[in-house]
């Protein structure tokens, strides 16, 4: 079955990159998603990859995906206090109903 | 974009009571939703898939006379926690999946906080 995993715990310093990590099983995967949560809420899509691409930049964050390492990582630059929170990567199955399953998450504490 | 809603956000309730959650797709309709349970500290978990006007579909080991899924509509699923226990609380997530702006995308509602006392 599905498997996606992620480290817990990431602390950086206001104004550094974080690179959050994330590997999966499913070589079928569709896309990958990295969603944001914060404290008592619910999940905010962050940004997606599709399994044919190996790279995607949006403002600050920039997706990598190794797919021969099944290796998604997700970069933020100038981290700010405002990105503490909780970070899940995702994959979508190909087949099915196409569920969606989500790592483990890794909470991202930013130090002012 | 497109937006889920829940309702409600938050809930408490007494043990053996009936709890129901509704997922509404707002601007979008929904042809399968998904409901996750989320415990803290901890990764959404799937609990089922249902598409509109056919049965849930569950994941292994969630008991669906327990977690009763009704998807009526293309923009409604409801989730009933039937005879709640204090093991039930969670942190309850549904998420509808639909056709918006050329491409199937999944969107996911705010959350239902559930407490059983």
């Known amino acids: 079955g599905e498997d996606v995993e992620q480290s817990l715990f990431l602390s950086v310093r206001e104004g550094d990159s974080s690179v959050i990590n994330c590997t999966y099983t499913d070589s079928s995967s569709t896309y990958l998603y990295w969603y944001k949560q914060e404290p008592g809420a619910g999940l905010q899509l962050l940004t997606y990859?599709?399994?044919?691409?190996d790279m995607k930049q949006d403002q600050r964050l920039t997706v990598l995906l190794n797919k021969k390492d099944k290796h998604l990582s997700l970069r933020i630059a100038d981290t700010q206090t405002g990105d503490s929170a909780i970070y899940f990567c995702a994959e979508r199955a190909s087949g099915g109903y196409q569920k969606v399953t989500f790592g483990t998450g890794t909470k991202l504490q930013v130090i002012p | 974009g497109a937006v889920v809603s829940q309702h409600p956000s938050r809930v408490i309730c007494k043990s053996g009571t009936s709890v129901k959650i509704e997922c509404r797709s707002l601007?979008?309709?929904?042809?399968?939703m998904f409901w996750y349970r989320q415990f803290p500290k901890k990764s959404l978990m799937l609990m089922a898939t249902s598409n509109e006007g056919s049965k849930a579909t569950y994941e292994q080991g969630v008991e669906k006379d327990k977690f009763l899924i009704n998807h009526a509509s293309l923009t409604l699923s409801t989730l009933t926690v039937t005879s709640a226990h204090p093991e039930d609380s969670s942190f309850y997530i549904c998420?509808?999946?639909?056709?918006?702006?050329?491409?199937?995308?999944?969107?996911f509602g705010p959350g239902t906080r559930l407490t059983v006392t």
């Open positions: 998420s509808a999946r639909g056709r918006t702006g050329g491409s199937y995308e999944q969107y």
């Open positions: 601007d979008f309709q929904a042809t399968t």
């Open positions: 990859i599709f399994s044919n691409m």
